[in-house]
């Protein structure tokens, strides 16, 4: 599944390529790809006829785009900070295998299409590709907290890489956890955007192991990780996200590299890039764990 890397940088690419676009028509091709937005398909493509996408935005796994209203439709323009004009948005989720991809007017249908929006500029349109089906798009209304969010992702903590994150509220409410780092980590409530495959990076990168107890951990540990999340994060940046398959691309439908990056996660066997051990594989929530058991000792061991 796409993490906070990958979700960036087809953000980015929305933000070049549609933000200040008018829609002039949505298709529905799978209903599975609308399921959450209850109305149904044809209300869909009427809620988002003729609206601007006034920019592209993220938290976490979660991209929308706020929708102008309808008396500002023709007033927004590319870059337009987030919310001018707009009480909703249409939200996306990746899922396992989604792919946001801009492609020019009349290019043969993707194999496994489910939602295409044309613009009323004739301009190349912006089309929703999923071969698993498990993600999903929805018009939402958004919901003034400390920033504009969609309703449904209202309960999802701040990412790592935002202004909005609260260090010490992250601190204070990791230190009353009763559960292990890793676990942690992986929760959208806590922290937003960090999976598997960060976690694990950010784990070796500060030390620790994914089943070190919550509560003990230092302020300073605490810090160390936090930090060692963002320099990942940041590093995956740079190099366009992970991609282990076709599944993941950008907008235009380019792999991102920092797979030959990775130091541990899928590595099992190979020397640590810090000490030299083998990598250790091991099962967690029905997936892996990648460590090193020199540089990452378990507590007690």
Same mark, same amino acid.
């Given at each position: 599944?796409?993490?906070?890397?990958e979700?960036?940088?087809?953000?980015?690419g929305?933000s070049?390529?549609?933000?200040?676009?008018?829609?002039a028509y949505?298709?529905?091709l799978?209903?599975?790809?609308?399921?959450r937005h209850?109305?149904?398909?044809?209300?869909f493509a009427?809620r988002?006829?003729?609206?601007?996408?006034?920019?592209a935005?993220?938290?976490?796994k979660?991209l929308?785009?706020?929708?102008?209203?309808a008396q500002?439709g023709? $007033?927004?323009s *590319?870059?337009? !900070?987030e919310?001018?004009?707009?009480?909703e948005a &249409? @939200? %996306?989720?990746?899922?396992m295998?989604?792919?946001?991809?801009v492609?020019?007017?009349?290019s043969p249908?993707?194999?496994?299409?489910r939602?295409?929006?044309?613009f009323a500029d004739g301009?190349?349109?912006?089309?929703?590709?999923?071969?698993r089906?498990?993600g999903?798009?929805?018009?939402?209304p958004?919901?003034?907290?400390?920033r504009?969010v969609?309703?449904?992702?209202a309960?999802?903590?701040?990412?790592?890489?935002?202004?909005?994150?609260?260090?010490?509220?992250f601190?204070?409410?990791l230190?009353?956890?009763q559960t292990?780092i890793k676990r942690?980590l992986?929760?959208?409530?806590l922290?937003s955007?960090?999976?598997?495959?960060?976690?694990?990076?950010?784990?070796?990168r500060a030390g620790?192991? $994914?089943?070190? *107890?919550?509560? !003990?951990?230092?302020r300073?540990?605490i810090d160390? &990780? @936090? %930090?060692?999340?963002?320099?990942?994060?940041?590093?995956?940046?740079?190099?366009g996200?992970?991609?282990?398959?076709?599944l993941?691309?950008?907008?235009?439908?380019?792999?991102g590299?920092f797979?030959?990056?990775l130091?541990?996660?899928?590595r099992?066997?190979e020397?640590?890039?810090?000490?030299g051990?083998?990598?250790?594989?091991?099962?967690?929530?029905?997936?892996?764990?990648?460590s090193?058991p020199?540089?990452q000792?378990?507590?007690?061991?």
């Amino acid at each position: 599944m796409p993490e906070l890397p990958e979700v960036e940088v087809v953000r980015r690419g929305l933000s070049r390529w549609v933000a200040g676009r008018t829609i002039a028509y949505a298709e529905v091709l799978h209903p599975r790809a609308i399921r959450r937005h209850v109305p149904g398909a044809a209300e869909f493509a009427g809620r988002l006829a003729g609206r601007t996408l006034v920019s592209a935005e993220r938290r976490g796994k979660y991209l929308w785009m706020p929708l102008a209203d309808a008396q500002n439709g023709s $007033g927004a323009s *590319p870059g337009a !900070g987030e919310g001018i004009g707009a009480s909703e948005a &249409l @939200l %996306a989720h990746l899922g396992m295998s989604g792919q946001l991809l801009v492609v020019e007017a009349g290019s043969p249908l993707e194999k496994h299409l489910r939602v295409r929006l044309g613009f009323a500029d004739g301009g190349p349109e912006l089309r929703f590709v999923d071969q698993r089906t498990f993600g999903h798009l929805l018009v939402a209304p958004l919901v003034p907290l400390a920033r504009a969010v969609p309703e449904p992702i209202a309960h999802i903590a701040a990412d790592p890489l935002e202004e909005a994150f609260d260090e010490e509220m992250f601190a204070l409410r990791l230190g009353a956890r009763q559960t292990e780092i890793k676990r942690a980590l992986l929760d959208q409530s806590l922290i937003s955007g960090v999976g598997n495959i960060y976690a694990d990076e950010a784990l070796w990168r500060a030390g620790l192991h $994914g089943g070190t *107890p919550t509560r !003990g951990l230092s302020r300073r540990k605490i810090d160390e &990780l @936090l %930090a060692a999340v963002r320099e990942v994060m940041r590093e995956a940046l740079g190099q366009g996200g992970t991609s282990f398959d076709s599944l993941y691309v950008n907008v235009n439908g380019e792999s991102g590299y920092f797979d030959r990056s990775l130091n541990v996660y899928g590595r099992q066997g190979e020397p640590c890039a810090r000490c030299g051990g083998p990598v250790l594989r091991e099962a967690f929530m029905n997936r892996s764990s990648y460590s090193c058991p020199r540089c990452q000792p378990r507590v007690g061991a």
